[in-house]
Structure formats: C-alpha cells, structure tokens
C-alpha cells in the first residue's frame, strides 16, 4: 500500500473535530475520544488503511488541495507518528451448533490458532471444527467422545491437539449439581481428526490446560494440577489445586495458576515450579476481587492477568461490578500496573508475540493496547457492525479471542446479545493484520481530524 507507484495516499478519519488553519511543520494531535478510522485512497478509490489510536502524533507538512471526498477537499500533507495497523477481515464458514437443547441455552466456544497462524480449531459440544484461517473454509468436523469439552490446545508443532471437559452442570431447584465423567474428561487427538487418545485419571474434570512450548508435556486443571507427558499421556505431577486457567512461563520452568479457595468466594494467582508443583510466588486479590484469566508475556518478564469485583445484593449473590486488566513483574519486584478498567467483562485476551501490545475484546469489538502504559493503538470492528456507532454502542459482542503466534492474524468468536432470547445470531471473525512500523510515515488526512496540540 506504501508502492513507490502509488502516488497520492489520503488517510480519512470518518468521525470528524474542528477545522483548524494550516500551521507548517507543527505537531498536531488527533483528538478523538476513541480510534478513529482512516482509509488510504488514490484518486476516488479508498479503502480501510488503519485505526489511529486516540492522541496519535501529526505532524502537518503542507497543506494539499484538488482532492475532495464527500464534498470536503481541505486536505494536509503530513506525517504520522504511531504504532498502526491495517487490516483485512473476513468470517468463518459453517459454524458450530453451540445451543443446549434441553436447556434452550448457549454456550460460549473459543477458536485457536494453529502455531503457524493457517488453520483455526475449536472443540464443542458436537465435536471438533477445523478452519482454513486464510479462506475461513471449514476444512473438518469430527465428532469427538468427550464429555463436554469446553477447551483446547494445539501441540506447539501444529500437528495434535488437546480438548478437555468432563463437566455438566444441573439445576435442580435452587442448587447447582454438577456431573463430572472424569474418564470422558481429557483427549488427544491428531489435527485431522484421528488417532483420538482418551487419558484417565483428571478427577473433577478439565476447566483450562496449556501446551508446553517445548511440546514435551500439558498441564491441565480442575480440582487438581496435572502436568501429563504429552507422547503416552503418563501423569508426571498432581498437586491439589482447584482453579481454571493457567499458562506456562515461555521457558517452561514455571506455571501461572488463578486459584480459587474450596468455598469459591476466595482467589489467589500463583506460580508454581513445573517440575515438583511448589510455590514460586503469589500474589492475592483485594476483598470481593477474583482473578479470571492469565497470560505470560513472550519475554517471560511479565504476568498481565484480569481481576473482576462482585458485590452482593439482596436476590443476586456475587453480582459483577466491573473487571480490570494489570501487568506484573513475574516475581514482584515492581508493583504491578492496571492498564484497563471497565464496567463490563474482560473474558480474555492475548499478546503479541514481540509483546508490545496486548489484544482483547471489549463490550462492541476487538482493541489492541500498548502493553507498557495500556494506550489503545487500534480498533477493530465486527464485520456484522452495520456501522462504527452501532459498533461502539456494543450491540454485538465478541467474547474471546486468539493472536497467531507469528503477529499477523487475530480470531474472535461473539454473538449479538439482542438474539440471545431468539435464535442467536453468532459470528467468528478473523483479522489479517499489517503492522505499519513506529516512526514518520507520509500520508494525507482530512482537516476535520486534526485538533490542536
């Protein structure tokens, strides 16, 4: 898109501030309260360039005429200073059944990307599903003998993968009764489908697992910790440890576990030695706070982990005010930083592999932060969005989310939670991203974006 053959680049920014005078070689901010879109154009052709993030550096150069678009041709010459992305996006073909038919309910499914960023997978009720991430073709769907899979891992090598479950719960009254088949809770399974390997012994069902990066083992987590050697699935460790999701350190030595207190109401982030399960390092919640989800940083410097804060009201128990996302220093030799707060859930989120940004899905789309001071330096938006304001105001919702390992695809799968009384209406959606790199890039924008320093 930046040829030396294309002779004119027009970054428009659709929602638009204040026209300001030509001011040469003054830095300029863009001051939208949220990213705003820009699109690169060559005569009338436009199309989708990049999200510039809130307070992005402009540094105007001259002032362009003889280019007008939607009526408007007061244009600058300038130079942008920012981390950007453009992108490509498309969706997924032939969907997963999610719906519980005996409960007339949904359930929420996470797609993950192959380690090489080419195919797309994700275990549900009705069994594997495999995607060409390029085409969004679904290329497989196995049934799979497995009790409720709720979770999957690919090998680091592409070509097996892991689903756990084992858990179903009931409502008999006003209790909630589980139903655990431990012998139906964990499997492996090649990438195509066959070869499918029951592994026993996960008492209490599996609620998050993870490969190693060195392929040689998986942890998975229930009632207990297990570390299994990933070729016969022998267990190696078990250590008495409830809690739901966890992540190995990137040199394998060390594991990141949220736990949680046998009353449920207590929760603790701790890592542990992968070798014997002893404790590393901890760090405990405040009052009414639960750890929810956890990601070790590709430098393995640094833990980000989301918090979420109940409060209990008369008739709901544990109602959910609000989540927040932080970074840590590993073992706590700087106190740890809040990058986002929000009134509504954060269910997960990923990072770069350079790990400079952080990507997660907020109420009406998908955001990517820088991981240093939690600036947003790009927006996403759902395909199914007829347009950004509809978008913003959140009336569809993308609940979890998958970075390729090689930097240049994200996956989300969501759904429209107007729909979820009817027939929902689901949607995955994957993102081909360019990064345009950090430094003066030449482009033209419209006036109406510029606002002052």
Known sequence: MYSRHLSLLIL?????????????????LVTADESAPAFACAGEDCQRLTWLPPGAGVTIIAEVEGQEIEGSALWYEVSLDCPCFNYERHSLEDLPDTKDPEKNIWHLWQPYLSPDGTRIAT??????????????????????????????????????????????????????????????????????????????GQAGG?????????????ATVGETLRILDAQQGDTLLSVEAQGMHLAWSPDDRNIALIESGADQETSVLR??????????????????????????????????????????????????????LHVQDTFGQLPSQTLLTTSGWILGFDWSPDGRFLVLPL????????????????????????????????RFMLDSLDWSSDGWRVVAAGSDPAQMLGEMQSAALVWDLTHIP????????????????
């Open 12 to 28: 428009l920014l659709a929602f638009g501030l204040s026209s300001i005078p030509l001011a040469a070689q003054e830095t300029m």
């Open 123 to 200: 275990v549900t009720r009705d069994g594997l599903h495999v995607w060409d991430a390029a085409s969004g073709k679904r290329l497989l769907h196995e049934p799979l003998d497995l009790f409720q899979p709720s979770s999957m891992a690919w090998a680091p090598d592409g070509s097996r993968i892991v689903a756990g479950g084992g858990f179903r719960i009931n409502h008999e009254g006003d209790e909630h009764v589980s139903q655990v088949e431990p012998e139906r809770s964990l499997l492996l399974i090649n990438a195509d489908g066959s070869s499918p390997q029951l592994l026993s």
């Open 206 to 218: 599996v609620w998050g697992l993870a490969w190693s990066h060195d392929g040689t083992r998986i």
């Open 271 to 324: 890592l542990r030695d992968a070798v014997d399960g002893g404790l590393v390092a901890s760090i405990e919640a405040d009052t009414d706070t639960h750890f929810y989800f956890v990601s070790w940083a590709p430098d393995g410097g640094r833990l980000a982990y989301t918090t979420y804060t109940t409060v209990e009201r008369e008739g709901n128990s544990g109602l959910v005010t609000g989540s927040a």
């Open 363 to 394: 109420r009406g789309g998908i955001h990517l932060l820088d991981a240093g001071d939690g600036r947003r330096v790009a927006s996403l938006a759902p395909e199914t969005a007829p347009n950004y304001g509809q978008w913003q105001e959140g």
């Open 438 to 453: 950090d430094g003066q890039t030449r482009a033209f924008i419209h006036s109406s974006q510029l606002g002052s320093a």
